[in-house]
Each structure stands twice: as structure tokens, then as C-alpha cells.
């Protein structure tokens, strides 16, 4: 006999295939719903990703312009210390310019008789002086002459050479002398 099954209950089928298709519809609900979800994410993920990009550029504007003010700043602080320098400068030969003149009217104050200078020099503080002396005595007074001046430190005879061509007890002599500023009350 073949075996024939028959449902007697039809209600039972159509039950189960109705819970297939509200399974069905759930399954695609959640789907959907949570496409939605990542959909969602996504774009407000990517929003904020877009948000932070323009600030960064933005930011990076802002970093181009203060770097180009600080190079401005450091050029004029440069300017600013080669004028400070320059200042220096000219307020040192104007504060030395009277000291030079004082130098040298200290020196024909305290030349001895029939002494001449033919070179000076004034490297730094020393002072070098060549010249030609009537004798050695008067090269031993224009020594203490410059010993007694205030302007003068040091002085120190370095060569003395006979030279007949001016006389007959002439010589050619060098000295040095240090430069001494005196006290401001001494320049009056």
C-alpha cells in the first residue's frame, strides 16, 4: 500500500507558513533597520571626520600666517640689533672723539725740548710712538714727561738707534706708552 499522508489539519500548514513569513519580514526589518543603524553611523562618523578636516585646515592657515609674522618679527628684531649696534658704534666714537683730542693735546703738552715724533699709533689702549731725539737725555726727559701725565701709563723705551744725519748725538728712538682715562674730576 503506498503510504498516502494526509493532513487533517490545513490550519496548522498555513500557521507554519505564516510564521515563515513573518519570520521572513523580521529578518528583513532587522536587516533594514540595522542598515539604517550603520548607514547612520557612517555618515555622522564621516561628518565628523569632514568637521575635524576643516578645522585642521583651518589651523594650518592660521600656523602658515603666524609663522609668517614670526619670521617678520625675527627680521626686524635683526634689523633692531644691527641699528642697536650701529648705535654703539657711533656713540663710542662720539664718546672717544674728545678723548682723541685730549690724547693728542696731552702730547704736545708733554713733549720735551728738541724732541720730534715722525709715527704715532694707537692700537687698542697702546700707544707707539717713533721720533728723533737731539740726545738720549732728552729721550730719558720726554720719558718722564709722559710718566708724569695722567693720560700716560707705563712708558717703555723698545729701540734707540744713533742717526748722525740729524746731528751728532741724535738717535732715532721708539716707545710705547699705555692710554690711561683719568677720573672725571681730573678732566676738568
Given at each position: 500500500?503506498?503510504?498516502?499522508?494526509?493532513?487533517?489539519?490545513?490550519w496548522?500548514?498555513?500557521?507554519?507558513?505564516?510564521?515563515?513569513?513573518?519570520?521572513?519580514?523580521?529578518?528583513?526589518?532587522?536587516?533594514?533597520?540595522?542598515?539604517?543603524?550603520?548607514?547612520?553611523?557612517?555618515?555622522?562618523?564621516?561628518?565628523?571626520?569632514?568637521?575635524?578636516?576643516?578645522?585642521?585646515?583651518?589651523?594650518?592657515?592660521?600656523?602658515?600666517?603666524?609663522?609668517?609674522?614670526?619670521?617678520?618679527?625675527?627680521?626686524?628684531?635683526?634689523?633692531?640689533?644691527?641699528?642697536?649696534?650701529?648705535?654703539?658704534?657711533?656713540?663710542?666714537?662720539?664718546?672717544?672723539?674728545?678723548?682723541?683730542?685730549?690724547?693728542?693735546?696731552e702730547?704736545?703738552?708733554r713733549?720735551?725740548?728738541?724732541?720730534?715724533f715722525?709715527?704715532?699709533?694707537?692700537?687698542?689702549?697702546?700707544?707707539?710712538?717713533?721720533?728723533?731725539?737731539?740726545?738720549?737725555?732728552?729721550?730719558?726727559?720726554?720719558?718722564?714727561?709722559?710718566?708724569?701725565?695722567?693720560?700716560?701709563?707705563?712708558?717703555n723705551?723698545?729701540?734707540i738707534?744713533?742717526?748722525?744725519?740729524?746731528?751728532?748725538?741724535?738717535?732715532?728712538?721708539?716707545l710705547?706708552?699705555?692710554?690711561?682715562?683719568?677720573?672725571?674730576?681730573?678732566?676738568?
Open positions: 500500500m503506498a503510504d498516502i499522508k494526509i493532513n487533517l489539519l490545513p496548522r500548514e498555513e500557521r507554519r507558513e505564516q510564521k515563515k513569513k513573518e519570520f521572513l519580514n523580521v529578518i528583513v526589518g532587522v536587516l533594514l533597520i540595522a542598515g539604517l543603524i550603520v548607514g547612520g553611523f557612517d555618515r555622522f562618523y564621516n561628518s565628523a571626520i569632514d568637521t575635524q578636516t576643516a578645522r585642521n585646515s583651518f589651523l594650518n592657515g592660521e600656523i602658515k600666517i603666524l609663522e609668517g609674522r614670526i619670521a617678520e618679527i625675527q627680521q626686524l628684531q635683526q634689523k633692531k640689533n644691527e641699528l642697536l649696534s650701529r648705535m654703539k658704534v657711533i656713540q663710542n666714537l662720539q664718546g672717544n672723539r674728545p678723548i682723541i683730542v685730549r690724547l693728542f693735546d702730547l704736545a703738552r713733549l720735551a725740548p728738541r724732541v720730534f715722525t709715527d704715532l699709533r694707537l692700537v687698542g689702549k697702546k700707544l707707539s710712538i717713533q721720533g728723533i731725539a737731539e740726545s738720549n737725555n732728552r729721550i730719558s726727559s720726554q720719558l718722564r714727561n709722559l710718566a708724569e701725565s695722567e693720560w700716560f701709563d707705563l712708558p723705551v723698545t729701540a738707534n744713533a742717526d748722525p744725519a740729524y746731528g751728532p748725538q741724535a738717535s732715532k728712538f721708539s710705547s706708552v699705555q692710554q690711561s682715562t683719568p677720573k672725571k674730576e681730573e678732566l676738568d
